[in-house]
């Protein structure tokens, strides 16, 4: 069964760096886009961006770029979703997603990302 | 970006009742929109893509329609495991853009 699994939750402070991660398994993780979607306290759903990791091809949305990394390593089937510097509102839920053709099929559990001096 | 408008934004039934949900693209998104169904705690779900196509495993009461910059899903006979969030996803272009959400409570 095609799985992704995040990894933990995250305490941050402000101005600190992160990484979260997502592993597949049970597929050729080289073939299918991988999607990073935010979702605030209470809040709705936001496309943050995607990544194939056969080649590295990354995409980002407008309201992402500049804030977030995305990043994968074939080798051992895994993206990142990677920080320089966090801020307060980055507090939030992220998900990982497997895109196939125009649609986010299969879901990692989520990783919490809390940052609060 | 393409804004999707989702209404309502909560509603109220019973269990057996029929719900819709429409959701609204700012301009024609083709056939290219999703539906998930989020509980708390959880992870999104997808039931529908492409507009009517029911993703594996999904029950048959759930069916999405519509085409160009209007869709609804309908929810024929409520079960009490349907008590949860519902967004659409246009996939039409990027950024992927989702509704504002619908709660549907008992």
């Known amino acids: 069964e095609v799985r992704l699994v995040q990894s933990g939750a995250e305490v941050k402070k402000p101005g600190e760096s992160l990484k979260i991660s997502c592993k597949g398994s049970a597929y050729t993780f080289t073939n299918y886009w991988i999607g990073w979607v935010r979702q605030m306290p209470g809040k709705g759903l936001e496309w943050m961006g995607i990544?194939?990791?056969?080649?590295?091809?990354?995409r980002y949305s407008p309201s992402f770029q500049g804030q977030v990394t995305i990043s994968a390593d074939k080798s051992i089937s895994t993206a990142y979703l990677q920080w320089n510097s966090l801020k307060a509102s980055d507090t939030a839920m992220y998900y990982c997603?497997?895109?196939?053709?125009?649609?986010?099929?299969?879901w990692g559990q989520g990783t919490l990302v809390t940052v609060s001096s | 970006d393409i804004q999707m408008t989702q209404s309502p934004s909560s509603l109220s039934a019973s269990v057996g009742g029929r719900v819709t949900i429409t959701c609204r693209a700012s301009q024609s998104i083709s056939s290219y929109l999703n539906w998930f169904q989020q509980k708390p705690g959880e992870a999104p779900n997808l039931l529908i893509y492409t507009t009517s196509t029911l993703q594996t495993g999904v029950p048959s009461r759930f069916t999405g329609s519509g085409s160009g910059t209007d869709f609804t899903l309908t929810i024929s006979s409520l079960q009490p495991e349907d008590f949860a969030t519902y967004y659409c996803q246009q996939s039409y272009s990027t950024p992927w853009t989702f509704g504002q959400a619908t709660k549907v409570e008992i």
């Open positions: 990544i194939y990791p056969g080649d590295s091809d990354t």
């Open positions: 997603a497997r895109q196939k053709e125009r649609r986010f099929d299969y």
